[in-house]
């Protein structure tokens, strides 16, 4: 019995420390995406849970070690509750990201941007320096629009033709929303399979606690 309930202790801290990694990559990643999205967008708002919901796991975690580390029953009973709540957010929000175009959702959000490229200069010139694009679809939009090409279409803002951005802006930021569906696909369903053998290994030990206690009873 002994030996059962160190071994489901040492897995159970080990999962955990994972999950911290996991939570804690997850808030890095969102916060070095957040001060380079545009606020009031669908990606900014996803971004924001993705820090809610990395912060929740990480929290969770320690719980999950101080639990493991005390064998209390009550600490680790709160902690199957805080994974159970945390494994119902997590398919919830997996099942949305699957559901939901983020390519289609980026293109609205930047062709409501350039509707208006006079008010939305500062977001615009943000966006053409983060993703190295120019105009819609390329530098000659400025030239349609009777406007000269801003500096913010030059790397460095140095006007030069060697340093001109040649890619349109609305390829670029559909290019770089699949790339982020990609890996917050993979992060999610890394964290989700992590979240499943946490959860068994919580109530295993939980239910290998309760029942000691029970023997010592008697």
Known sequence: MACRTSFLKTILIILNVLL???GVTLIALS???LNSSTPGTFEHIAIVVQI???TF???TSFLGCFASARISLGLIWSYVICLLILLCLQIYIIAAA???????RSKRDFLAIWSDPRANVERISFIQQKYSCC???GSHDYILMG???PSTCYKAFLRHGDFLFTEGCLRAVQAHA???????LIIKWLLLLVEFAALGAATHLGITVRNKLRRERF
Not at 98 to 104: A, G, M, N, P, Q
Not at 178 to 184: L, W
């Open 20 to 22: 911290s990694l996991i």
């Open 31 to 33: 916060v070095f995406e």
């Open 52 to 54: 809610f919901v990395g």
């Open 57 to 59: 796991v990480v929290l």
């Open 98 to 104: 699957h559901s939901t175009d983020y390519v289609e």
């Open 135 to 137: 105009g819609e679809l």
């Open 147 to 149: 406007r000269g090409i």
């Open 178 to 184: 699949t790339d982020n569906v990609v890996i917050g």
